[in-house]
């Protein structure tokens, strides 16, 4: 079967960085996609990923290794405006989205 | 520029009612899709369309049918509401393209009672 794993849940503080992690298994791998969801809100995009390596955009950052079925998303400088749900998805053989349940970021003052 | 809109935002149905969530998307994308979010778990695949016309089951199909007959609209039909169908619905969009992003849109809250 195929399964992308994240935390359910991580804590952190306004102004410090904090990395969320995404595992996969998937038949076949064509891309990984993070998106933030704020609650009751529909997802929106951050990033994508198909090469291993890191690709930056501005406080948000994704990294990808492919031999590993690893991803992450590192978040810089939070803003009490990232408390939100980070969802990662892998776009399988098919070409068909594969989304994790999510994490919860909860930022505290 | 609307996005993808989606109606009703909220509903409350009774065992067995049928209803058609509404999805439309002024983006001209040739790509859309129906998914489910339910609390704990990923979104999932309902169906998807590549274009008008075409349509094809995702992960979940079952008790639901949809239609593309424009490029830009593409409804859910829930035939027979079950309580198993209590979820919050998602129309997404996308161009045609590997590194396309999908464009989801507000959501509908069923509930089925």
């Known amino acids: 079967g195929q399964n992308i794993d994240q935390p359910t849940e991580m804590t952190a503080t306004e102004g410090a960085i904090v990395q969320i992690n995404c595992t996969y298994q998937?038949?076949?791998?064509?891309?990984l996609f993070w998106y933030q969801q704020h609650a009751g809100e529909a997802p929106t995009f951050l990033s994508y990923?198909?090469l291993d390596g890191l690709e930056e955009k501005g406080r948000f950052s994704s990294f990808l290794s492919r031999s590993k079925g690893y991803s992450y998303l590192l978040l810089k400088e939070l803003q009490m405006k990232d408390s939100a749900s980070y969802l990662c998805?892998?776009?399988?053989?098919?070409?068909?989205?594969?989304w994790g349940a999510g994490t919860k970021l909860i930022i505290k003052p | 520029n609307a996005g993808v809109t989606q109606t009703p935002k909220f509903r409350i149905l009774k065992i067995g009612q049928s209803m058609t969530l509404q999805c439309t998307q002024d983006?001209?994308?040739?790509?859309m899709y129906w998914y489910r979010q339910d609390p704990g778990m990923g979104l999932k695949l309902i169906y998807y369309?590549?274009?008008?016309?075409?349509?094809d089951k995702g992960e979940v199909p079952n008790g639901y049918n949809v239609s593309r007959s424009t490029t830009e609209d593409f409804p859910l039909r829930l035939e027979l509401a079950a309580p198993s169908q209590t979820s919050v619905y998602f129309c997404?969009?996308?161009?045609?393209?590997?590194?396309?992003?999908?464009?989801f849109g507000d959501g509908t809250r069923l509930s089925i009672l």
């Open positions: 997404a969009s996308s161009y045609e393209g590997e590194v396309q992003p999908q464009h």
């Open positions: 983006m001209n994308h040739n790509y």
């Open positions: 369309s590549v274009g008008a016309g075409i349509t």
């Open positions: 998937t038949s076949g791998f064509n891309g």
């Open positions: 990923n198909v």
């Open positions: 998805a892998v776009r399988d053989r098919n070409y068909q989205l594969i």
